[in-house]
């Protein structure tokens, strides 16, 4: 996110900016382990436990691969030393990130629209689902649409806000995940006011940090 063209590129600079892709990557990792934990459980077979994906398997599949790779990958876009010196690598990523980040979020908002309700969930968290799900979708193509006008910055902000709401799912894990320990699964409100309040979170803090580093940048054009 931060493009700082007037500093000098030392390896010291690019060596602090790695805590960008490594902290990106560690809030990915509980949504990644539960997707290849999920993976294990349905070649295993049917359950109870698992039946909705196997009713609706297509989406499943598509939202784990998907939304993993636009996490995984997406980490690497931010770290201004990496995109300065490989902007290639940057483009090319970025034409793989893009498809990945509609499969994940349109695959999402399938199942939340029409799988059966999980026993945890209330309604309320299937409209959250689809209204950020709709945001992350928007996200990419405005983001998109920006880029191949060469408008950076309009390009930096939506990527940083549909990237936000993709790692709604790590920051979910944080806020909900101890509420296991205090007070045992969380459902119907709470886990819907948790989810909501993760996403809503993680995108005043990619807004907060895209406009801090837009405004440090000199105006420029790719
Ligand atoms: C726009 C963002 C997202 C939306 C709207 C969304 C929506 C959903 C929905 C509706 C389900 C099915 C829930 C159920 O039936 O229990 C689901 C499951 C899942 N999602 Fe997402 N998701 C999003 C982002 C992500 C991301 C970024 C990841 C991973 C990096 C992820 C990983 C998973 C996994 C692993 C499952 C399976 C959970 C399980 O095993 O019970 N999701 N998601």
Known sequence: MTTTALRPRTPTRTRRDWWIPASLLALTFVPAAAGAARLVDLSSGRTAENARFFDLPLPILVHIFGATTFCLLGAFQFMPSFRRRRPGWHRWSGRILVPAGLAGALSGMWMAAFGDLPVYDNTALMWFRLLFGSIMVVGLVLGLVAIRRRDVRTHQRWMARAYAVAQGAGTQALVLGPMVFFVGQPSGTLK???????????LVVAEWLVRRSQARQPRRRV
């Open 192 to 202: 819907a006011s948790g989810m909501a309040f993760a996403w809503v979170l993680n």
